[in-house]
């Protein structure tokens, strides 16, 4: 996006690079350099730096909520006791697989399943990715219940290319104006991006 503000952001891990980069340009940003992917504790490890780096400029950090509290402003707390003018730390309720979901027009496509097998309330699942593996088992598509199904005896708890395809609908079905009407953890980060542009364009 030609002259859009440039954010950087700090992530979980690939998939949700390009949930970021989708949510930033959504939100009327162009996606910067992209950090972490490298789990949650690195995140947590280095939070403090974002931080200090979002005083000057604007930052996006997003992490998954998981089941470390019950809802995530007690998270956001433990993270970062005072939030830096630019950063816009979000947590996705309670893996952004929930926010994938609530796109279920799009996704009962890309996966082949029926519209009325997606859940029709993503965020109060207690393991989004698992109900995302488990839809992917009723796939009428033989390819996404290879990909992303784990293979009997493997240990696995998905198959070997799942975040390959979830990539792959994020980039090319995924519309987070209308998974925003069930997911209100991904309202309020579109919501807390689109405020800390309007910030920092002043």
Same mark, same amino acid.
């Given at each position: 996006m030609s002259g859009a503000l440039v954010i950087p952001a700090a992530v979980e891990g690939v998939l949700d690079e390009v949930v970021v980069q989708k949510l930033i340009v959504e &939100? $009327? $940003?162009s996606p910067g350099t992209v950090y972490g992917k490298n789990g949650k504790a690195f995140l947590r490890q280095r939070i403090q730096g974002f931080n200090n780096a979002a005083k000057a400029w604007p930052w996006l950090v997003l992490v998954d909520?998981? %089941?470390e509290a019950e809802c995530a402003p007690p998270l956001c707390a433990q993270w970062v006791?005072? !939030?830096a003018p630019y950063l816009c730390f979000r947590v996705a309720v309670r893996k952004v697989e929930a926010w994938l979901l609530a796109d279920a027009d799009s996704? &009962?496509? !890309?996966? #082949? /399943? +029926?519209? %009325? #097998?997606?859940?029709t309330n993503p965020e109060q699942l207690y393991d989004p990715k698992m109900t995302m593996v488990n839809l992917a088992r009723r796939s009428r598509r033989l390819a996404i219940r290879r990909d992303m199904v784990p293979r009997? +005896? #493997? $240990?696995?708890? /998905? +198959?070997?290319a799942y975040t390959s395809r979830l990539i792959e609908f994020?980039?090319?079905s995924w519309r987070p104006k209308t998974a925003i009407g069930k997911a209100e953890s991904l309202r309020r980060a579109i919501l807390c991006l689109r405020r800390m542009i309007e910030k920092a364009s002043k």
């Open positions: &939100a $009327g $940003g909520l998981d %089941n006791p005072v !939030f996704l &009962a496509s !890309f996966l #082949s /399943v +029926g519209r %009325n #097998s997606i859940p009997e +005896g #493997s $240990g696995r708890s /998905v +198959g070997p994020v980039q090319t």
